[in-house]
C-alpha cells in the first residue's frame, strides 16, 4: 500500500508506510477489539490488564500496566503501529513512544466515539468490512435498550474510599442514558461523591471495576442512599468499549435487568 497519513482521535497525524504487522496495544478493551478483527498474528504485545481474550493473555508479550508501561520491552518488540488512548495511558509514555513508532490514540467520551473509533481502526487495520459491519449491528442493537431504565436516576460508582463516580463525558455516562436511566451526576468526568450535591438516585451501581465492589459493600451505601436500591453491575459491560459492546447488549437485557 502507499503511505497513508491519517489523522486519530486526538487530531494527532499519524503516518503508516505499509499495512501494520507488529501491533502493540495499551488498553485492554481495544486488545479485545483487535481479537474480534481476526488480527492474532499481528498483534505482539499487551498490557497486564488485557484479561480478554483468555489465549493472547496467557501467550503474548505483556508490555506492563496501562500508566506503568515498560517501554524498554515496547522498543524491543519494534512494533509498526501502538494502540493507546487518552485516559488510559499517560501523556509522557505516549509522547515517548511517538519518537520511535506511530502511535494511534483514541479518546472515548461517549457512545458516539466509541462507534467511530471502532470505523477508524478499521480503516487503519485494513478491516472495513468487519468494523462496518460491527458498527451497524451496534447501532440497531443500543436502539432497542432505552426502555430499561425508565428515566430512572443512577448514581454509578467506580471506587470506594474515596468514593468517585461516573459522571458527564464519560463513556459510561453514555450508556446509562443509552440504558434510558438519568444519571444522577451531571459533573464532567469522575468526580469524588462529596461534589454531587443533595443526590437522591433510584439507584446505585457499584461497579465490578476498576474498584472491585463486593457484595460487602452493599451495606454500606443502602445506609448512604437509604431510598436507593444498591446493585452490583459489571463493569466491563459498562466502561469497555469495542467488541465488549456485543456482549453487553445481552448483558443488558438479560442479568442486568433481573437486578433492577
Not at 451505601?221 to 459498562?238: A, R, T
Request: hydrophobic share 35%.
Amino acid at each position: 500500500m502507499k503511505e497513508l497519513v491519517l489523522v486519530d482521535q486526538m487530531n494527532r497525524f499519524v503516518t503508516l508506510s505499509e499495512r501494520p504487522k507488529r501491533i502493540v496495544s495499551l488498553v485492554p478493551s481495544l486488545t479485545e477489539l483487535l481479537h474480534y478483527f481476526s488480527l492474532d498474528r499481528e498483534v505482539v504485545g499487551i498490557t497486564k490488564f488485557c484479561v480478554h481474550p483468555k489465549e493472547w493473555f496467557d501467550s503474548k508479550a505483556r508490555i506492563g500496566g496501562t500508566k506503568n508501561i515498560n517501554l524498554n520491552r515496547i522498543r524491543e518488540l519494534n512494533p509498526d503501529l501502538i494502540i493507546g488512548n487518552k485516559e488510559e495511558n499517560t501523556e509522557s509514555d505516549i509522547e515517548a513512544l511517538s519518537e520511535d513508532f506511530p502511535v494511534w490514540m483514541t479518546d472515548i467520551d461517549g457512545f458516539d466515539d466509541a462507534l467511530k473509533m471502532i470505523k477508524g481502526l478499521g480503516t487503519v487495520l485494513g478491516k472495513e468490512t468487519f468494523s462496518v459491519r460491527m458498527v451497524d449491528m451496534l447501532h440497531k442493537s443500543y436502539e432497542n435498550l432505552g426502555g430499561i431504565g425508565k428515566g430512572k436516576k443512577v448514581l454509578y460508582l467506580i471506587w470506594d474510599e474515596p468514593t468517585y463516580i461516573a459522571g458527564t463525558s464519560t463513556y459510561i455516562g453514555s450508556v446509562i442514558e443509552k440504558l434510558g436511566f438519568v444519571n444522577d451526576c451531571q459533573i464532567e468526568r469522575y468526580p469524588s461523591i462529596e461534589a454531587v450535591q443533595s443526590t437522591d438516585p433510584d439507584y446505585v451501581f457499584l461497579s465490578s471495576e476498576p474498584f472491585p465492589f463486593k457484595s460487602k459493600h452493599i451495606g454500606k451505601y443502602e445506609k448512604q442512599f437509604p431510598n436507593s436500591k444498591v446493585i452490583l453491575v459489571d463493569g466491563e459491560m459498562f466502561s469497555w468499549y469495542g467488541s465488549r459492546m456485543l456482549l453487553a447488549k445481552d448483558y443488558f437485557k438479560t442479568e442486568f435487568v433481573k437486578k433492577l
